[in-house]
């Protein structure tokens, strides 16, 4: 079993920045883990993901260059840094664990946090 607990979300005007954590506890050695956000009426969409050795992986058409997405083993936390946010970024952000490989693939993810909410005004 894993524990994941979000924070950081918060209101920013666009072009700001914001930084999210996700504190993960239980079996967590090996994990991957996965940022998605997700708006009312639509379906949950995949962020950024990153494994155990800290291989990365975005999704390129949304958030290109703008997310980061990092993670401290010894910690137990994995972050997202949100930078030259627009108004589309406006979401609840969950945190998100798996075994094995990166994913993009939401029902890949066995373990969810919460959710943290973003929302950007233009």
């Known amino acids: 079993q894993v524990q994941l607990v979000e924070s950081g979300g918060g209101s920013v005007q666009a072009g700001g920045s914001l930084r999210l954590s996700c504190a993960a506890s239980?079996?967590?050695?090996?994990?991957?883990m996965g940022w998605f956000r997700q708006t009312p009426g639509k379906e949950r969409e995949f962020v950024a993901a990153?494994?155990?050795?800290?291989?990365?992986?975005y999704n390129e058409d949304s958030v290109k260059g703008r997310f980061t997405i990092s993670r401290d083993n010894a910690k137990g936390m994995v972050y997202l840094e949100l930078n030259s946010l627009k108004p589309e970024d406006t979401a609840v952000y969950y945190c998100?664990?798996?075994?094995?490989?990166?994913?993009?693939?939401?029902?890949?993810?066995?373990?969810w946090g919460q959710g943290t909410q973003v929302t950007v005004s233009s």
């Open positions: 998100a664990a798996r075994g094995g490989r990166t994913s993009a693939v939401d029902t890949d993810y066995p373990y």
């Open positions: 990153i494994s155990y050795f800290s291989v990365t992986k």
């Open positions: 239980g079996r967590t050695s090996s994990t991957t």
